[in-house]
């Protein structure tokens, strides 16, 4: 399934949504039934088993080739003094994923998952969203693209992550104007920023949400606020949901593309679970806007897709137990 090429051709795929296996669900819930343990026992695993076992159309499936998806873009609002560290870190710790020295690349390793990396036009930030619009529509679509094509169409499971200094300041701002409230409600510390740091980053996220006040379109405001890391995981997790690849979330700024993808179609995050809760202020708001528990918590803020990756898992093992459990017929075990 190949990309779209223009941001009409995007819309078109968000109105065009594929929908899980009825049946695979259906006999996955009857599967569960007759598990060895008490009904209900295995909490919210029996649940990630079920949704699990319908996008893949599967009632009885593994997890066999997990991908994590790193996407990494600088932002011209950096020049405002919003991170506590300087945007030459992004590409550097692009050559760090590279050489799988990054803790994305330690927790992916632990549950088997391929870790792949895209570096968007590093070497030309963002425009500073405060003045103008962030992205034109071509860098828009450009970022887009890379999201979509970056999925590998044999992968059983994606997660969507990110690295960008900067890119919290972008994700409040995206947060604040889809979802309203307060600048505060949504800026947290990201990196560290220190008092002044949090009072700037606040008043930018303010400006660039008031900038661009009453726009209802939910891909303008990505391409007005957005970074193209942000673009790119959004355009990703849309890929894998044609590719029926179930999701897992990872913090704050991969909630706020997920978000983007949420309010222009919903139901476009049926095939995505939230994998933590990061400790940036404003995440649990971004949670409860897409209407998703996190599986773990954390206290993560690293991004990197660091804490989606460590909920795979968590996954694994619901489904290790729903597939490989005996059932109360096959152990021999009385039945309630
Ligand atoms: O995923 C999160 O919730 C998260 C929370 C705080 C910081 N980050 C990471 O830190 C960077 C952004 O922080 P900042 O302060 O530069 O906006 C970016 O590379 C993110 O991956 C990520
Ligand atoms: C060192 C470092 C690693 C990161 N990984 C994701 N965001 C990051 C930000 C910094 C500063």
Known sequence: MTAPNDLAGF????????????????AARARDAQLTKPSGALGRLEE???????????ARPRIARPQVAVFAGNHGVVARGVSAFPAAVTA????????????????????????????????????????????????????????WEAVDPEADLFVAGEMGIGNTCSAAAIALALEGGEAADWTGRGTGVDAAGLARKTEAVAQGAARIAGEADPLEVLRQLGGREVAAMAGA????????????????????????????????????????????????????????????????????????????GVLKGALACHSGMATFEEAGVSGG
């Open 237 to 312: 997790i849309l890929a894998a949901r044609q590719h029926r690849i179930p999701v897992i979330l990872d913090g704050f700024i991969c909630s706020a593309a997920a978000l983007v993808l949420h309010r222009a179609a919903p139901g476009a995050l049926d095939h995505a679970v939230a994998g933590h809760l990061s400790a940036e202020g404003g995440h649990r708001r971004l949670l409860d806007a897409l209407g998703k528990a996190p599986l773990l918590s954390l206290g993560l803020r690293l991004g990197e897709g660091s804490g989606a990756a460590l909920a795979i």
């Open 11 to 26: 819309r078109a795929r968000l109105t065009d949504l594929p929908g899980p296996d009825d049946a695979a669900i259906a």
């Open 48 to 58: 990630l088993a079920l949704w699990y076992a319908g996008w893949r159309g599967d």
């Open 92 to 147: 550097q710790m692009v050559g760090n994923f590279e050489a799988s020295g990054a803790a994305v690349n330690q927790l992916a390793a632990c549950f088997g998952a391929r870790v792949t990396v895209r570096a968007l036009d590093l070497d030309r930030p963002t425009a500073d969203f405060v003045e103008g619009p962030a992205m034109s529509e071509e860098e828009l679509v450009a970022a887009l693209v890379t999201g």
